[in-house]
């Protein structure tokens, strides 16, 4: 089956760096990923979707300028945290979908991101 | 790293009908998610039920929890067309990590 990485599973990093999480498609061209946080013992939340080669669709309540993402190829999306502070602290999940309209997606395993 | 499962795979049936669905799990778990998937969208979460949990309803839907047997189901009663989409359950074993089976279709037909 489809395969979805996230890269890294776990970083820590200093209030006010950034901090960029890779999300790629294994072994399919995905048209499509999805950029989910949870928050401890919460749901999953959309924070945004990304079209390979134009700009991410943010959902109400996300701030574009803090969380950048980038979809530059059909197997690869990046989703940078800028000037991270502590309650950006969470779990991020991306999905991704092979065909805009298909119901199928494909999970990364997650990355936790803990900002001190 | 998806370790729900979800029966059936696909799922018709006429408007009025209730539709339901099942998700079976590998490991202990925190609680298990549902979620749906309009056609091209993020998920939307739907309910959440815990590990001490047996059965919670949310409007239309009733989510009940074995885990003696590792499975969930989820009921919509009364379906409606708008009610077509994939469904998805997801499990948190602890340190928040979310498992996702590949779903379920679900058409509603007027």
């Known amino acids: 089956g489809a395969v979805v990485s996230q890269h890294p599973s776990r970083v820590i990093c200093k209030s006010g760096t950034s901090v960029k999480i890779e999300c790629r498609s294994l072994d399919f061209q995905a048209t499509t990923m999805f950029w989910y946080r949870q928050f401890p013992k919460q749901s999953l939340m959309l924070m945004a979707t990304s079209n390979e080669g134009s700009k991410a669709t943010y959902e109400q309540g996300v701030e574009k300028d803090k969380f950048l993402i980038n979809h530059a190829s059909l197997t690869l999306s990046t989703l940078t945290v800028t000037s991270a502070h502590p309650e950006d602290s969470s779990f991020y999940i991306c999905?991704?979908?092979?065909?805009?309209?298909?119901?199928?997606?494909?999970f990364g395993p997650g990355t936790r991101l803990t900002v001190l | 790293s998806q370790q729900g499962e979800e029966d059936p795979q696909a799922l018709s049936i006429q408007e009025g009908e209730n539709a339901t669905m099942n998700c079976s799990y590998k490991t202990s778990i925190n609680n298990l998610q549902w979620y749906r998937q309009n056609s091209g969208r993020g998920l939307v979460h739907l309910i959440l039920?815990?590990?001490?949990?047996r059965e919670k309803h949310s409007g239309r839907l009733r989510v009940t929890l074995d885990t003696s047997k590792k499975s969930s189901s989820l009921l919509i009663t009364a379906s409606r067309a708008a009610d077509t989409a994939s469904y998805f359950c997801a499990t948190d074993a602890g340190a928040n990590n979310l498992f996702f089976g590949t779903g379920t279709r679900l058409t509603v037909i007027p």
């Open positions: 999905s991704a979908s092979e065909e805009w309209g298909t119901d199928t997606q494909y």
């Open positions: 039920i815990r590990s001490n949990e």
